[in-house]
Nanobody
Framework: QVQLVETGGKLVQAGGSLRLSCAAS????????MGWFRQAPGKEREFVAA????????YYADSVKGRFTISRDNAKNTMYLQMNNLKPEDTAIYYC??????????????????WGQGTQVTVSS
């Protein structure tokens, strides 16, 4: 089992920045990749970004490219999401995820094995 805990969500103004963190514990050595998804009220959960744990390869949704940066600190078993130039449409609950699947379809929720409880990000206009 892998436990994931997200922190860092809060209310910010449009154009502002925020950094989310996800601390992983448990059988983290089996993790192939970690990622971020988000879910706005009344909408499906959507992929935001992902990073492979060993090599640090990164993937982003088109809607956040150039504004969000995903990174990880292997020594701390922690993943980060730096969010810049935030927009009201970024408002959502942000979920951390992890997978031991070595060939995941990263944009699909079903490819991910573990999930955090989520952290609320609200961007005011």
């Amino acid at each position: 089992q892998v436990q994931l805990v997200e922190t860092g969500g809060k209310l910010v103004q449009a154009g502002g920045s925020l950094r989310l963190s996800c601390a992983a514990s448990g059988r983290t050595f089996s993790t192939y990749a970690m990622g971020w998804f988000r879910q706005a009220p009344g909408k499906e959960r959507e992929f935001v970004a992902a990073i492979t744990w060993s090599f640090g390869g990164t993937y982003y949704a088109d809607s956040v490219k150039g504004r969000f940066t995903i990174s990880r600190d292997n020594a701390k078993n922690t993943m980060y999401l730096q969010m810049n130039n935030l927009k009201p449409e970024d408002t959502a609950i942000y979920y951390c995820s992890a997978t031991f699947n070595s060939s995941p379809i990263i944009s699909t929720s079903s490819s991910w094995n573990y999930w955090g409880q989520g952290t609320q990000v609200t961007v005011s206009s």
